[in-house]
């Protein structure tokens, strides 16, 4: 249909509201372009750091495509080439000795005796790309990525079941039932949110050291399993959206409110349920404090702690530090990237209003 | 089980009540150990000498009084409060401004948006690592960057006048979890609001200003809040960027992580007790600050409709 309009029309049509909507649309684009590349700038370093080799790690400024300088074997040592400029003349001569005042002894690979004394400034080093992908697999044997990897999957899925299961059951009693006390102890958990963690974290560490659980992944798994304010938050928020009269319907049938939760809720509240699983995934997969404190045998650390050790102990090892790191924020970001709609359209966000 | 045929028959409310305290159970009993539990047995320690091997022994005030003549802690206090006036506002500015830009009608909004959210879904070790090489004067990129403006980089994280503000532009970028729920804000004000301001001939400010910004009050007091008691449990990146130490020279000795040395390094428990519960009560005064002054900014909509 728009294929039979006259254009010429169209821009007759175009008024200054639309000039000045256009102009602002504009501008917008070009400050989020402007910003999104200050957001991936780091992530480009990342990448290019952990593939370069040493003395690739030593130029300065770091370039971001990983680059290695072309050598020539002169006299059985492996000396880096230049273009350079000889009585005006353009030639590729190898650096074979550092002079005092910015100079340098060059020579021409073919004829290396006869040696031209330049400043090095003027002459131009030839590179090549040379990218080392086998940072990967020594960094992650270094660090002992398996058994770390294990460590944070344990942490991550068996505290999300907890999660999932407990949450969805308070969510379900503070959203579906009237009981004296309930008002004040929503009130109650809500509140939580805003308690800072320290002043419960040393008699609960007493507590689990008492248990003889310090050094082991209990701590960071068990206490999911006893729900917590946010994700109940969220889940009861969304459980208010369901329409009361599939409860009913299901209570006319002789469900228990059990039962009415696990055939009725529960299916409905999916988006909700894989909302928080997700936000839970993030936040176990990233946590750093509880697995410091509660994990001292390297035998037991998850990802977080494995990988600050690893960047404690071998520090100038910067291009393994970041292979380590690129593979440590893989899965959020595959996770994340497959869930998009769940963080760029904000449902289970909008609660918090009001 | 039919209870309805027999003598005793609960009444439906009673029956529903009951199966309410079941579901909520895991919180009840979880609130009981993991939280009310240890409030009280942290008070307790906090009057107490406890190294966690022998028991704890009543001292009384000591720790508190300690406390106040420690150089540290106020050290630490005052570095906390700079990262908070620094970072709290700015971040605020930026990620609002950020969400407004990401509201708005554009081709291609989404791809913006999954873009601008990346940084936060990833926060943690890797990042404080990788922004620990981007900071470094020699082999970072920021410095580099800043010299083709002519700007010679100071030292970042090992200059103690810059390791803070080094600290804040880390937290910018990784402050997209914030603009979710900024966005998430903007998004509930409802289109008709606008509308109205249209026909009153608002200009695309005055309908930012009055509508907007109004609307989203309650999304910014949200943030404010959180984001304050975010800045008292600042740990992760400083202990990274730092290996536990809160260098160069104390300048990132934040308060949880002189917490974190009294608890876990020096296992003095009770006198980092006495830390957190201080902590508790400057945070619980803040926030009841903010609460307070909410009643002058924050504009609920259900006030009005008479909810």
Redesign the interface.
Known sequence: MTSFKNPKADQSRFTGIQAQSLLLKSVTTFILAAGAAIIMIPFLYLLSTSVKDRDQLRQSPPPLIPMAADTVNINGQAEPLYHVTVNGQARDMALIKFRPGGKALFVDPANPDQTFELVIADQVPIKHVEIHFENYPKALQQMKFNKLLLNTLLVTFLGMVGMLFSCSLVAYGFSRFRAPWLNVLFILLLSTIMLPSQVRLIPTYVFFNKLGWVDTLLPLIVPQFFANAYDVFLLRQFFMTIPLELDDAAKIDGASPLQTLMYIIIPQARPALVSVAIFHFLYAWNDFYEPLIYLHSPDHWTLAVGLQTFNALYAVNTNYIMAASAVMILPPIILYFLAQKVFTQGVVFTGIKG | MNFSSGKRTLSL?RR????????????????L???I???L??LF?SFTDYN?IDSPRWIGITNYVNLFHDDLFWHALGVTFKFAVIALPLGMVFSYT?AV??N?K?KGI?I????????S???????A???G??FDP????L??FL?KFGIQGPGWLSDPQWAITALVIMSL?GGGGNV??Y???L??VPTDLYDAAKVDGAT?WQRFRYVTLPMTT??IF?NL??GL?GT??Y??EV??LT?GAGGPARSTLFY?LY??QN??KYFH?GY??T???V??II?LGL?LLIFRSSELWVY???QIKGK
């Open positions: 409310a529903e009540a009951l199966w309410a305290y079941a579901f909520i159970a895991p919180w009840t009993i979880g609130f150990i993991f939280t539990g240890p409030m047995a942290s320690f966690i950020i830009l990401l708005s554009i989404n913006w948006r999954t873009l601008y959210f990346l940084p879904v990833i926060a943690g070790v890797a990042v690592l990788l922004w090489r981007i020699k082999f970072g990129i410095n580099p010299e970028w979710i729920i966005l998430a804000g998004q509930g695309g309650p999304v949200y809040v959180l008691i008292f449990q740990f992760t202990y990274v290996n949880n917490l974190y608890a876990f428990m980092a007790s830390m957190a519960w902590l508790f945070v926030t609920y909509e259900g």
